[in-house]
């Protein structure tokens, strides 16, 4: 199995700041990513696929980066509706595996 | 539109087998590439994908699960069913079914989940 490892677990952020998220294949899945993100109580929404093609819908804030083994989530300027958990998820290899999560959180 | 929903017990005891069905339209899963997925997630945790089924009949099983797992489809009730059998208190959780456009891409429409309590 494709271990994806999540850095950091959660994260505080202010409105407005810049929050940068990390994903680790463990071994070279291309550009075989996604993020996803879930609010409490709701159903994951993808945000990213291809590592860096935005899903249609998603505002511009959100943009994805990487290949290989090592991805990153940017959101360039956070929003109130933008505090939540965020996944990756490698999309090729069954099985598909997610990564542990990040949560951000309102500091 | 393309819409999913899971339905079945919201309560099992252990050793008993769960029975999950995913009704959705919008899609057909006769359509070329088009796959759909079963993913859970215990309360405060993190996602784990299940199994997935492709419009073909290929069936995909999470290997720690595989054993316990069966997932079929009914085309004409566009309706997806996942069966687990031994069910544990370990498996207490919210069970999501998902919809998939092609191979490699993301889970692009999710249902709103249902959650199941494993419980004596």
């Known amino acids: 199995d494709i271990q994806m490892t999540q850095s950091p677990s959660s994260v505080s952020a202010s409105v407005g700041d810049r929050v940068t998220i990390t994903c680790r294949a463990s071994?070279?899945?291309?550009?075989?990513l996604a993020w996803y993100q879930q609010k409490p109580g709701k159903a994951p929404k993808v945000l990213i696929y291809?590592?860096?093609s935005l899903q249609s819908g998603v505002p511009s804030r959100f943009s994805g980066s990487g290949s290989g083994t090592d991805f990153t989530l940017t959101i360039s300027s956070l929003q109130p509706e933008d505090f939540a958990t965020y996944y990756c998820?490698?999309?090729?290899?069954?099985?598909?595996?997610f990564g542990g999560g990040t949560k951000v959180e309102i500091k | 539109q393309i819409t999913l929903k899971e339905s079945g017990p919201t309560l099992v005891r252990p050793t008993q087998t769960l029975t999950l069905t995913c009704t959705f339209s919008?899609?057909?899963?006769?359509?070329?590439?088009?796959?759909v997925g079963w993913i859970r997630q215990p309360p405060g945790r993190a996602l784990e994908w299940l199994a997935f089924?492709?419009?073909?009949?290929?069936?995909r099983y999470s290997p720690s699960l595989k054993s316990r797992l069966t997932i079929t489809k009914d085309t004409s009730k566009s309706q997806v069913v996942l069966t687990m059998i031994d069910m544990d208190p370990v498996d207490t959780g919210t069970y999501y079914c998902?919809?998939?456009?092609?191979?490699?891409?993301?889970?692009?429409?999710w249902g709103q989940g249902t959650l199941v309590a494993v419980s004596s």
């Open positions: 998902a919809h998939r456009p092609a191979a490699a891409r993301p889970l692009d429409y």
């Open positions: 998820q490698q999309t090729n290899y069954f099985p598909l595996t």
């Open positions: 919008g899609f057909a899963l006769s359509t070329t590439g088009v796959g």
């Open positions: 291809g590592a860096s």
């Open positions: 089924i492709y419009w073909d009949d290929d069936k």
């Open positions: 071994q070279g899945i291309s550009s075989w």
